[in-house]
């Protein structure tokens, strides 16, 4: 199962929205509504932000959302705050039953 | 509070053999289902193995499948990778991960275990 795409880097000014963009195929991303993002600054475990496209876990502040269209799913993040910089990960579940990453995307808040 | 303490890891040679364990507490640890995920220094996540509950169902992504094996015990809360036959590219940060019974969304992560496999 090959890693689903995401770009590199993205950066937004304290305030700004931006988004985070993770590309798979019919197989995963485009197949299942289940796709997860993660949060993960440096040294630190990965943490759960979003389930189900679009459900955020309890605890996660709404400025995080989801969503999804055809083989491509989103992260958007509003009222961007220095502690959003941080790595973000995407997930899909898949055909082989199995889930798969994205490649990762470095967020830098200017 | 919800807790996943991952152990065993280390320096290891090439072809060698390592055993990581999980010990999880704060929840009831037979009725979730588990991975591990690992993560390469200065890359990105990579899941790793997938346990039921019961551990009746197993997974493993391609690039392990053969060499490791992952297992539970439901009376002990703990989880566990026996990695046989390891290579350089097996060097990672190994990290436990809860199923958040959603279909791939882990919800509680240990704070990770470091493999080398360096000669």
């Known amino acids: 199962q090959s890693a689903l795409t995401q770009p590199a880097s993205v950066s937004g000014s304290p305030g700004q929205s931006i988004t985070i963009s993770c590309t798979g195929t019919?197989?995963?991303?485009?197949?299942?509504?289940?796709v997860s993002w993660y949060q993960q600054h440096p040294g630190k475990a990965p943490k759960l932000m979003i389930y189900?496209?679009?459900n955020r876990p309890s605890g996660v502040p709404d400025r995080f959302s989801g969503s999804k269209s055809g083989n491509t799913a989103s992260l958007t993040i509003s009222g961007l705050q220095a502690e959003d910089e941080a790595d973000y990960y995407c997930s899909s579940y898949t055909s082989s039953s199995t889930p798969v990453f994205g490649g990762g995307t470095k967020l830098t808040v200017l | 509070e919800v807790q996943l303490v991952e152990s065993g890891g280390g320096l290891v040679q090439p072809g060698g053999s390592l055993r990581l364990s999980c010990a999880a507490s704060?929840?009831?640890?037979?009725?979730?289902?588990m991975n591990w995920v690992r993560q390469a220094p200065g890359k990105g996540l990579e899941w790793v193995s997938y346990?039921?509950?019961?551990?009746?169902?197993?997974y493993y992504a391609d690039s392990v499948k053969g060499r490791f094996t992952i297992s539970r015990d439901n009376a002990k809360n703990s989880l566990y990778l026996q990695m046989n036959s390891l290579r350089a590219e097996d060097t990672a940060v190994y990290y436990c991960?809860?199923?958040?019974?959603?279909?791939?969304?882990?919800?509680?992560w240990g704070q990770g275990t470091l493999v080398t496999v360096s000669s």
């Open positions: 019919s197989s995963d991303v485009g197949g299942y509504n289940y």
């Open positions: 346990i039921s509950s019961s551990g009746s169902t197993i």
């Open positions: 189900e496209v679009s």
């Open positions: 991960a809860r199923d958040s019974g959603s279909l791939a969304a882990a919800d509680y």
């Open positions: 704060g929840f009831t640890f037979s009725s979730y289902e």
